[in-house]
Nanobody, 120 residues
Framework: QVQLVESGGGWVQPGGSLILSCAAA????????MGWYREAPGKQCELCAR???????TYVDSVKGRFTISRANAKNTVYLQMNSLKPEATAVYYC??????????????WGQGTQVTVSS
């Protein structure tokens, strides 16, 4: 089992920035990638970004150039730096961990979610 604990959500004005953190604990050896999903009201949950153990990174088109996913291996922590935030980024953001091969990613574990609200 892998436990994921997120932090860093909150409220920010349009154009602002937030950084989300996700600390993993437990059977870390069983995962090969971590990612961030978001679920906005009335919309389908989507994968924003994911990073694999080998370092490969993918982003959904809507966040490219504004969101950056990174990791601190020594801390088993993954971050999502979100810049130039727009109101449509308002959502619950979920950290995930699972398996990745090439561009394929299948999450097996989920965090509790953290709310991000972008509004003036």
């Amino acid at each position: 089992q892998v436990q994921l604990v997120e932090s860093g959500g909150g409220w920010v004005q349009p154009g602002g920035s937030l950084i989300l953190s996700c600390a993993a604990a437990g059977s870390i050896f069983s995962i090969s990638a971590m990612g961030w999903y978001r679920e906005a009201p009335g919309k389908q949950c989507e994968l924003c970004a994911r990073i694999a153990i080998g370092g490969s990174i993918t982003y959904v088109d809507s966040v490219k150039g504004r969101f950056t996913i990174s990791r601190a291996n020594a801390k088993n922590t993954v971050y999502l730096q979100m810049n130039s935030l727009k109101p449509e980024a308002t959502a619950v953001y979920y950290c995930s961990a699972g398996r990745a091969i090439g561009s394929w990613y299948s999450p097996d574990y989920w965090g509790q979610g953290t709310q991000v609200t972008v509004s003036s």
